[in-house]
Structure formats: structure tokens, C-alpha cells
């Protein structure tokens, strides 16, 4: 079975850092890693997706990079904002038996960036 | 807009009683699944639907039933409701494979007294 693990669970900086938020899975067998973003009481929000047979995906300040065989993710955010304030999750594609793709998700990590 | 969406946006509800939870995706995807949110144990997949007509059971099943007669439409049924179902309810969608991203709802807030 697989299993996802955030860390930090929560992390509260001044605006203007750089951040990483790491994600570490057990089963390697992966179809893809997704990183979301919720705020408090909405959905989830798409930040990227990355292919198993990608090593990284880029979207404006944020990177997301893959490494399959050490079991990690990590998210990288640029010159943080107050806006940026949120709950990252990252989201494992394994393949299940039957032949069906489903996501395991991680618990957050609680992001927090004051002005 | 296209999107999915989930209703009620919430609902209290007694013990015993029955309840659908209505999700509906104007996306053409194949893929659709019903989550539960709670604290500390973060999202946990009820059941999953791979393409009308099919759905599996994922993580916590018990309690909870799924159909999927059409492409858009993903009710999820509480044939008797307990407290403990408490939770936020999150629908969600793929157009299958491993190159596609999931899209969410909004969640439906449900509290069983």
C-alpha cells in the first residue's frame, strides 16, 4: 500500500523566502505525482502534475521536481507571498489492481506567510 | 464554466437517515471519485469510477454506495447515516491515464447528529 508523508505538517515564514515543501512515498511503482493547493474551506486547487518520466515541472514561481527512485517530491515556491498561504498537498498515482489509477494524498503541509 | 459541482454545500443530518451526495462534471471525463476530508487523516478515497457503468471501492467504502450510469453523473449514497460520516465530502475527476490531472469540487460539509 502505498503511503505519502509531508513534512514540514505546517511552516510559518516572513514574505519574500524561498520555500520547500517536501513529499517522500514508499512504492516507487508511480504513474505520477500531482501538488495541490487548498485554502481554508474551498477544493482543491491543480498546481502541477508531473509524469513519471519527468524530472521536474515549472509554473510561474513555483517548481515541482520528481525523484522516483529516492521516493521524493519537493515543492519549490520563489519569493513567497501572503497569498501563498494555504495547504499544499501532494497526490501519488499508483496503479491499483484492475488496471486503475488512483491517487494516494499526503496530510499538507499548512503554509503561513506574513506580510 | 466547466468544472465540477457538488451539492449540497452542506447539510446537517440525523442519525438513521439516507442520503445522496450529487456530483456532476461537464468535462467528458472518464474517471470520478468521492473523498472524505478529516483533520489529522487528511483525504481518504471512498470509492472510484474508472468510466460509466464501473466503480471500485478505495480506502474507506464502509457505509458508503456509488453508481455511475452516465458519463457526468457520481451520486454517493448513505443508506443510514452515523455520526462518525461527519466529514467534508470532496468529488473529484480525471480523464484517466498517467498523464492527466485530477480536478475537484467544492466539497459538501456533512454533519450527522
Known amino acids: 500500500k502505498q503511503e505519502v508523508t509531508q513534512i514540514p505538517a505546517a511552516l510559518s515564514v516572513p514574505e519574500g523566502e524561498n520555500l520547500v515543501l517536501n513529499c517522500s512515498f514508499t512504492?516507487?511503482?508511480?504513474?505520477?505525482l500531482q501538488w495541490f493547493r487548498q485554502d481554508p474551506g474551498k477544493g482543491l486547487t491543480s498546481l502541477l502534475l508531473?509524469?513519471?518520466?519527468?524530472r521536474e515541472q515549472t509554473s510561474g514561481r513555483l517548481n515541482a521536481s520528481l525523484d522516483k527512485s529516492s521516493g521524493r517530491s519537493t515543492l519549490y515556491i520563489a519569493a513567497s507571498q501572503p497569498g501563498d498561504s494555504a495547504t499544499y498537498l501532494c497526490?501519488?498515482?499508483?496503479?491499483?489492481?484492475?488496471?486503475?489509477?488512483?491517487?494516494?494524498f499526503g496530510r499538507g503541509t499548512s503554509l503561513i506567510v506574513h506580510p | 464554466i466547466a468544472g465540477i459541482t457538488q451539492a449540497p454545500t452542506s447539510q446537517i443530518l440525523a442519525a438513521g437517515r439516507r442520503m445522496t451526495l450529487r456530483c456532476t462534471q461537464d468535462?467528458?471525463?472518464?474517471?470520478m471519485y468521492w473523498y472524505r476530508q478529516d483533520l489529522g487523516l487528511g483525504l481518504r478515497l471512498i470509492h472510484y469510477?474508472?468510466?460509466?457503468?464501473?466503480?471500485g471501492k478505495g480506502e474507506v467504502p464502509d457505509g458508503y454506495s456509488v453508481s455511475r450510469a452516465n458519463t457526468d453523473d457520481f451520486p454517493l449514497t448513505l443508506a443510514s447515516a452515523v455520526p462518525s460520516q461527519t466529514s467534508v465530502y470532496f468529488c473529484?475527476?480525471?480523464?484517466?491515464?498517467?498523464?492527466?490531472?485530477?480536478?475537484f469540487g467544492p466539497g459538501t460539509r456533512l454533519t450527522v447528529l
Open positions: 508531473i509524469q513519471s518520466s519527468q
Open positions: 469510477s474508472n468510466t460509466a457503468g464501473t466503480t
Open positions: 473529484a475527476s480525471s480523464a484517466g491515464g498517467p498523464d492527466n490531472e485530477q480536478f
Open positions: 512504492d516507487s511503482a508511480i504513474y505520477n
Open positions: 468535462m467528458r471525463h472518464n474517471a
Open positions: 497526490a501519488v498515482g499508483t496503479y491499483w489492481t484492475g488496471g486503475s489509477y488512483i491517487p494516494t
